[in-house]
């Protein structure tokens, strides 16, 4: 079982989402703002539908915080649907007085949970699987993994992301300084670092847009300074690599996860793919520290790389490089030009449905994939740190970067 377990509840329409978090330490500062700001990443990007002006999302904390710390008590979170009052009879919890089969969704979208949904739970109304299958769900994701990023980032750990393709555009002009990287694609409305690529990706989602189409991608997300031994080779469910692969690929409409070269290393000779092992005796070599006590940092010597092709994980651990995966995004499955299907309630050729939706989703999905990622890396810093207050695991965790760097200063 996981150190960190999290729960979601609600419908797309319905009157709010729901999420608890069990296992999250004591003594964590967290406010509603901090999760309020990662709602926000979530909501922007260009190619998003209407729906994004209607949501406005803001969060309510409804139990695990006191003072603003956390007490180690589950946390209960609430984001209320403000759209909800146009939904009210649709959604209603009680039967409707009258028959209510004219507003039945029979005719599914492929690419769509529509019909495999129908067929599993057995309902003629596709409303029934679209309202959970929607990715309004990951609203919540992004909001428990908001806490798991106020977690790492107390000790020090960042978790970021840019979009690296967008149909057939490329991202080229990538800055290798991460912080550089990250300021670049928060300022792009496709969050992608290189500047030119933007536009290019915003007119191919515009293009596809005027034709009734959609558009997919691919996003990096990258977590940086990580101490080596998170994860273990020792179990299948504990390697690192297949939970981040597993967490990522839950998100809808992610089809490939990779992780540093990913697909590539399948071309290359091995004397091009595994990263050289170098130690630094004087710390000086590593561009990364950690964050110590009292907010100071200790700059880390010890076992280095000075290429990262593994992204940071050998043997479903970390190596102390950063952590780098991807994920590829399909196009969105409902298009306002929209592919054949067959009308569930008389088995005849037809139109899909169209919903309120999204062009490309992909700005928002790196969003919601840094907050995978930032639940699976806090659920391995607490497996090998855990305690039930802050300054217990301090107290493992910064001897455990002792361990790693004998050569360590404190500045
Ligand atoms: C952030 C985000 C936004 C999405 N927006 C839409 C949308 O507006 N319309 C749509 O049809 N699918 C959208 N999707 C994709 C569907 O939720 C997804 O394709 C569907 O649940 C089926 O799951 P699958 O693609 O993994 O098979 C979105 C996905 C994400 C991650």
Known sequence: M???????????????????????PAGLALSEQDINQELARRQRGYGRGGRMQIEKDGVRILSGVRWGQTLGSPIGIE???RDWENWQENMAIA???????????????PGHAD????????????????ERASARETDMRV????VARRLLAHFGIEIYSHVIRIGKVKAIQVPSDLRELRERAEASPVHCADVDASRKMMDSIDAVQVVGDSLGGVFQVVVHPVPAGLGSHVHWDRRL????????MSVPAIKAVEIGLGREVAERHGSQVHDEIFFDQEGRERDDA???????????GGFYRRTNRAGGIEGGMTNGSPIVVQA???????????????????????????????VCAVPSAAVVGEAMVAWVVASAFMEKFGGDSLPEIAARYEEHLLSLCPQAEIQ
């Open 241 to 248: 690599d297949g939970c981040l692969a597993q967490a990522l």
């Open 2 to 24: 996981s150190v960190l377990r999290f729960l979601t509840a609600g419908e797309s329409h319905g009157p709010t989402l729901l999420g608890v978090l069990e296992g999250i």
């Open 79 to 81: 984001v209320t649907n």
């Open 95 to 109: 039967a409707p007085e009258q028959n209510a089969k004219s507003v039945a969704v029979t005719r599914p979208r």
């Open 290 to 300: 950690f964050l110590w006590r009292d907010q100071r940092w200790l700059t880390a």
């Open 143 to 146: 909001a428990v993994g908001a």
């Open 328 to 358: 590829t995004m399909k196009p969105i499955p409902t298009l306002r030009e929209p592919l054949f299907s067959v009308d569930i309630e008389d088995l005849r050729p037809t139109a899909a449905g169209v919903e309120r939706s999204d």
């Open 115 to 130: 019909l495999a949904g129908m067929l599993k739970y057995r309902t003629g109304d596709a409303r029934n699987i679209l």
